[in-house]
């Protein structure tokens, strides 16, 4: 039995697939970039984050080529190489014959990557501690020159021995990440065993992990067009036997609606496929909505339970027992003003700034006060962009059919 045609048909097959998950993996992404909200770094809870800032480290690394400081590097040296190669052809009459044929091309002599084990991303709020590793890292190219071997850089950075049939050129070429250069971040934040703040760094969870030097807008615009690129491409080539069949000579009947299905084919499938990939977006930014509902409940009862305890360190200095009712009081009523009652409390009573537990009592209840301002924000600006996504087209088809349903701004569905 010849297995050549179920070879072929199964190499083809697993190439439309590759072909489909690429393309929509780059609509799913750009999709994640564009509904995510930029988080500050004093605010980023556990999940998947967008963050940006500056990349800083006390210890940078210093690139080969160019000897910048930076968090991570790449190099190459490529030598070109020029030979006489004997090709076999055969001519217009059948015959077999050879000739000489000047090839050139290029060979890496050397090269090399290195990452740092971290570093910290600052914004104007903070910063936070991020683990590279494993991540899709995007840096600057700052070298690109072909040189001979007269130059510096030629033997001062590349092997003292040349290749083969060697025409003494060499072509340097160098990306890094620098140090304290704007960073577009994605990745997911969780919390270390041993430690009380977040980090970044990587996990299967995650839908992706990339560190960028370019911004939001050039990466989101990349897998964009990477995106519409493959769709038309992919339009163009199911569409040639339909030309065939319409305008080529000789047709057999049934070419023509062969040909229209392998377009109406095309077609259909990704019409599916960009339907299920929407679908599963919406749902994920559905959950993260969620999740940003639930980072203001937690932090909130955070400082429900700080409380009890600032109202014991109010009432055990307290110097009068009528005022130490009246500030508890207020204390206990847990609005949104509870830094102005503090202030008076401390005003009325300056013994309590002395008290080491009430003044950091005072610190964790502050930090929860910011806390809870940017979890509102965060889950009001992933709400906003979940509510316009179920409200424009063609989404809200989906959400229709999915009945999904919007969510309030000021908490609940």
Request: proline share 5%; glycine share 6%.
């Amino acid at each position: 039995m010849d297995f050549t045609p179920i070879l072929i048909i199964a190499l083809a097959a697993t190439a439309v697939i590759a072909y489909f998950y690429g393309m929509f993996l780059c609509y799913h992404r750009k999709r994640l970039i564009d509904d995510i909200p930029t988080s500050k770094t004093r605010g980023v809870f556990i999940g998947l984050v967008e963050l940006k800032g500056t990349a800083e480290t006390d210890s940078p690394l210093v690139s080969y080529l160019t000897e910048r400081e930076c968090v991570y590097y790449t190099w190459e040296i490529a030598e070109e190489w020029q030979r006489w190669v004997t090709e076999t052809y055969t001519d217009s009459k059948g015959h077999i014959k050879t000739r000489q044929v000047l090839k050139s091309g290029w060979t890496t002599v050397d090269g090399g990557t290195a990452l740092s084990d971290c570093f910290e991303l600052h914004d104007d709020e903070g910063c936070i501690r991020v683990y590279p590793a494993r991540a899709s890292i995007t840096g600057k190219s700052v070298l690109w020159e072909t040189v001979g071997r007269h130059h510096p850089l030629y033997y001062g950075k590349g092997p003292s021995r040349s290749i083969m049939d060697s025409t003494h050129r060499r072509r340097f070429t160098e990306t890094i990440f620098p140090r304290g250069h704007e960073t577009y971040l994605m990745g997911y934040s969780r919390l270390p065993d041993d430690a009380d703040f977040p980090v970044i760094a990587y996990s299967p969870d995650s839908p992706m992990y990339l560190i960028s030097c370019k911004s939001e807008e050039a990466v989101a615009g990349w897998y964009g067009w990477a995106f519409w690129i493959m769709f038309i491409l992919g339009g163009v080539l199911s569409a040639i036997p339909l030309f065939a069949a319409i305008f080529g000579e000789n047709a057999p009947p049934e070419a023509l609606p062969m040909a229209a299905g392998v377009l109406g084919t095309y077609l259909l499938v990704c019409t599916f496929c960009w339907m299920y990939v929407t679908y599963c977006a919406l749902v994920s930014m559905k959950n993260r909505v969620l999740q940003g509902l639930s980072n203001v409940d937690v932090q909130l009862k955070r400082r429900h339970d700080l409380i009890p305890n600032l109202v014991a360190a109010v009432a055990a200095l307290a110097l009068h027992e009528r005022d130490t009712q009246t500030l508890t009081a207020a204390l206990r009523q847990e609005n949104d003003a509870l830094t102005p009652i503090l202030k008076s409390v401390i005003e009325r009573y300056p013994n309590l700034t002395a008290n080491e537990n009430f003044m950091a009592l005072e610190r964790e209840l502050r930090n929860t006060e910011d806390k809870i301002m940017l979890a509102r924000k965060y889950y009001n600006d992933i709400a906003t962009n979940y509510n316009i996504r179920l409200a424009t087209y063609p989404d809200a088809l989906i959400a229709v059919f999915a009945r999904l349903r919007a969510f309030s701004l000021s908490g609940g569905e």
